[in-house]
């Protein structure tokens, strides 16, 4: 079990609601939400002996994040959504240029998944993106050399927010478990930054990139160089890559 993980609780299993104080109608329509099969994401486990999941739900256009505890662990477990899975609800212009991107992402080893506004909206039914809302993505990737998985990150966020004004946010998950803003990191090697934040199932810490990558020096520089030649070419070029 990892960050992000879908839990579908089953009807044996029990729950408590951390918030005591939520209304009445909130907790009825979330205790619904878990009777027909609506996932539970895992969060950071910071409470000892209970397992913390977390939902969403919006009321009267108030939007609730909540947060469960299960005194057992969770029978059904699942990776996170796919962005495959949502690619029919992306905007038009973005949707082929998506299809593209999770192959490419697929060639290199890394599974893709979504979570946050864009997975809410397609569990529950519920109207949780804007125009602002970031298109959240987690890359499991499979191997340390993640270069070439950056690159395509940031050619796919360029080609988002030309053409449907959509900004990707998200994370890439390292060794099994480490979790890393792919922004973040991106922004540490192009400016030589040496610590990024990393968060696990159960903690947050910072790390060291040459710790965490384990990448030389002629890795860096052709990243850069490569990250910095690709940010110059105009979208319809990216399309094609």
Same mark, same amino acid.
């Given at each position: 079990?990892?960050?992000?993980?879908?839990?579908? +609780?089953?009807?044996?299993?029990?729950?408590?609601?951390?918030?005591? !104080?939520?209304?009445?109608?909130?907790?009825?329509?979330?205790?619904?939400?878990?009777? $027909?099969?609506?996932? +539970?994401?895992?969060?950071?486990?910071?409470?000892?002996?209970?397992?913390?999941? /977390?939902?969403?739900?919006?009321?009267?256009?108030?939007?609730?994040?909540?947060?469960? #505890? +299960?005194?057992?662990?969770?029978?059904?477990?699942?990776?996170? %959504?796919?962005?495959?899975?949502?690619?029919?609800?992306?905007?038009?212009?973005?949707?082929?240029?998506?299809?593209?991107? =999770?192959?490419?992402?697929?060639?290199?080893?890394? #599974?893709?998944?979504?979570?946050?506004?864009?997975?809410?909206?397609?569990?529950?039914? +519920?109207?949780?993106?804007?125009?602002?809302? @970031?298109?959240?993505?987690?890359?499991?990737?499979?191997?340390?050399?993640?270069?070439?998985?950056?690159?395509? %990150?940031?050619?796919?966020?360029?080609?988002? !927010?030309?053409?449907?004004?959509?900004?990707?946010?998200?994370?890439?998950?390292?060794?099994?478990?480490? @979790?890393?803003?792919?922004?973040?990191?991106?922004?540490?090697?192009?400016?030589?930054?040496?610590?990024? %934040?990393?968060?696990?199932?159960?903690?947050?810490?910072?790390? &060291? =990139?040459?710790?965490?990558?384990?990448?030389?020096?002629?890795?860096?520089?052709?990243?850069? $160089?490569? &990250?910095? &030649?690709? /940010?110059?070419?105009?979208? !319809?070029?990216?399309?094609?890559?």
């Amino acid at each position: 079990m990892q960050r992000h993980d879908l839990v579908y +609780l089953q009807a044996h299993e029990s729950y408590d609601f951390m918030n005591n !104080s939520l209304p009445a109608s909130v907790t009825l329509a979330v205790e619904e939400m878990i009777r $027909s099969q609506q996932p +539970l994401t895992v969060c950071r486990q910071d409470i000892t002996d209970v397992t913390k999941v /977390a939902t969403s739900y919006i009321e009267d256009g108030c939007k609730y994040r909540l947060a469960l #505890t +299960l005194p057992n662990p969770p029978q059904v477990v699942t990776a996170p %959504l796919a962005l495959a899975t949502l690619v029919p609800q992306l905007p038009t212009a973005i949707q082929q240029p998506t299809a593209h991107f =999770i192959e490419r992402c697929t060639r290199l080893g890394c #599974t893709v998944h979504a979570y946050g506004s864009f997975a809410n909206q397609y569990f529950t039914g +519920l109207s949780f993106v804007k125009p602002t809302s @970031d298109l959240d993505l987690l890359i499991v990737a499979n191997s340390d050399h993640i270069a070439p998985i950056l690159l395509e %990150l940031a050619a796919f966020s360029r080609l988002a !927010s030309t053409l449907a004004d959509l900004k990707i946010d998200g994370e890439v998950r390292l060794h099994g478990c480490d @979790d890393v803003s792919f922004n973040e990191l991106t922004c540490a090697i192009m400016f030589d930054i040496s610590t990024v %934040l990393v968060k696990t199932l159960d903690d947050i810490k910072l790390q &060291n =990139i040459d710790v965490l990558l384990g990448w030389n020096t002629d890795d860096y520089e052709h990243f850069i $160089s490569a &990250n910095t &030649n690709t /940010a110059t070419l105009p979208a !319809s070029d990216l399309a094609a890559h």
